[in-house]
């Protein structure tokens, strides 16, 4: 329970399990007894993080699930206040940031990584830099001209996927007030927004094509980006979404803005599949009040379908929503390229048509079947409204759901950046 919280495994012997006794006599220390509480940054330290900050012509701020185990969004929305620069978060701490504030750049996006680029000081708070938030050398400055400055409580973090320039081993939040304390106290005064306008701009290029996508889609089944915001509509801002799934995971990730903190969950620190259902009952129970939905791919909806029977048995009320296109899509894509395009080729990517919502009916839960655009939002509400755990099987389309936009970004995970000569490394 010290440092980064996770999952935990807790082993207990069988002797101790089924030992009697009086419960009045166990003794419970308080956490603070057994363990460090909130680790700060040495003073000396915050001291130079500051005087980079402060001196930087073109700061970036990065916000990553660390700042979501603090409980630090405000602290750090209010440091890019302050500064005003462009600030983004890593793509599994979405709702780290408000994507409806005004400095706010898409993880994976074209303006967020030129940003980044352009810097020649980025202030990383409690992200790892992982494969998906793409730490390549294209993506940052050259060492030589970028300080990179990375604070996470897990030293295993710093400095691993990047050069830094400073590594911070502490909270993010008392990272963040230290800093915000210390700026201010150096008279640090918020930027003209010229470059926050600049890359805005860009984004909103981007953003552009990202809306279009759905509304050129003429096929009789579903647009999985149309399917995302309708559900985005139903449940609404402050329900907690859990993504799942290949290609629909970027889907669901590019499709929904989240301006609540914790209000985003899914795979994007382990790329786990399966793993949407357990964590949207975890999170249920966790958020009793909360409206809580997976958007799931199909193929990641088998992994652990039966925990359904887990949420309709323990009354965790919970909306899961398959986009049946019935293929294992980002595998698809991957040997597409692999083969060089040469679809014969492609092996094991397809599945049956399975009804999903009937797999849920048999459970016990609830379902409803979706294939045609105008039905998701009265489905959707049907599945929320309803008191037993559902499933909404929405009849995707295949070739949207193969190429989803930002494919050729997420392509580069695997991949490698882009080379020189045109091939990926
Ligand atoms: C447990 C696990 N097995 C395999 C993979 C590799 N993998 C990544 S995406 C993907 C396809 C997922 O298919 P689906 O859930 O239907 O999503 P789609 O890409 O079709 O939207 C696979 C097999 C993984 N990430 N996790
Ligand atoms: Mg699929």
New binding site residues.
Partial sequence: MTGRPGPVHVDIPYDIIFEEGDDSELKYLEPKQYRAMVMEAPAAQIEEAARLIAEAESPMLLAGTGVLNSGAWEEFRELVDLINCPASTSMSARSAYDNDHSNYLLGMGEAALTARREADVVLAVGTRLGNLDLPYDIYFGAPAKQKLIQVDIDPRNVGTNRPIAMGIVADAGATLRALLGRLKELGVKPADGTAVKKYRDMEAEQMAVLEAAPRGYEGDRVH?ATSVEAAAKVFGPQAINVG??????LFDALYLRFTNPRTSLG?FEF????TGIPMAIGAKLANPDKEVYVI??????G?NFMEMETALREKVKITVIV?A?E??????IEQMVYFEGDASKIIACQ?SPVRWDKVAEGIGCYGEFVDKPEDLVPAFERAKGHELPAVVCVKTDLAS?LIPPLADKFMEVYEGPPQPGGAAG
Wanted: with cysteine; proline share 3%; hydrophobic share 25%.
């Fill in positions: 999985p799942d799934g290949g290609n629909t995971s795979i790329g786990h599949l399966g799931t791919g199909d193929g990641a909806a992994f986009h296109e293929h294992w899509c980002m595998e698809e599945q759901n």
